[in-house]
């Protein structure tokens, strides 16, 4: 099966500027996260969706960041104003929810390889 | 406190060494539990399940301890290849996944 998509590879962009990711998940999986990883530290969850509903936003720093997944399938995330301390790895990863038949609360996470965003 | 701590190491160890990991999680209503393996530069990748009855893959033992809220990650016969960061993940209701910060080993000739 095809894989968790992302866009760009690589972005290196200056502070105060705006960016924004693409994200096309594993067709039929429901649930999607963005992660934010910075360098030498575990990913972080920025937000989670169940179809095109948000079901954890709670780490999102919601004065800069912003996601959408509108038609449930795939989502992009997008930083405005960037800031010195966004520069990480951001992840994408999707899953089956619970609950749908499968084993669902072991169900694994599958990644995208991820954007690395720079700001100089 | 953190939702999933993990020691960040690095436990550097020989070839032939068991390295034991430990995690620690701070919701007791978590559902399940996983450790993910992640590569420098390289998307986590899931490593094994964590069962309450714990559960063994080749080489790699995992446990629950739900009363201590922590899991253990046991790895036996090291080879140079296991040199990764090992994260921790804890599965909390709604499918909320959260990853500890990772232990990093280094496995040496």
């Known amino acids: 099966e095809a894989g968790v998509a992302q866009s760009p590879r690589y972005k290196i962009i200056e502070k105060r500027q705006s960016v924004a990711f693409w994200c096309n998940p594993i067709?039929?999986?429901?649930?999607l996260y963005w992660y934010q990883q910075i360098l030498g530290q575990g990913p972080k969850l920025l937000i989670q969706f169940q179809n095109n509903g948000v079901v954890d936003d709670s780490q999102l720093p919601k004065d800069r960041f912003s996601a959408e997944r509108l038609k449930g399938v795939d989502s992009t995330l997008k930083i405005q104003p960037a800031k010195l301390e966004d520069s990480a790895v951001y992840l994408c990863?999707?899953?089956?929810?619970?609950?749908?038949?499968?084993?669902?609360?072991?169900?694994?996470?599958?990644f995208g390889s991820g954007t690395q965003l720079s700001v100089l | 406190r953190k939702e999933v701590e993990q020691d960040p190491g690095p436990f550097n160890v020989p070839e032939g060494a068991t390295v034991a990991f430990n995690c620690t999680y701070s919701?007791?209503?978590?559902?399940?539990f996983f450790w993910y393996r992640q590569d420098c530069r390289k998307e986590p990748k899931l490593l094994m399940s964590v069962y309450s009855s714990g559960n063994e893959d080749g080489r790699f033992t995992a446990q629950l301890n739900r009363a201590s809220q922590y899991i253990s990650l046991l790895i036996r016969d090291s080879k140079l290849s296991d040199s990764a960061t090992y994260l921790c993940v804890v599965n909390l209701y709604t499918d909320k996944l959260i990853f500890g910060t990772g232990t990093r080993l280094q496995v040496f000739p």
């Open positions: 067709s039929g999986h429901a649930t």
């Open positions: 990863a999707s899953r089956r929810p619970a609950g749908t038949g499968y084993t669902g609360a072991n169900e694994k996470l599958f």
């Open positions: 919701n007791s209503a978590s559902q399940s």
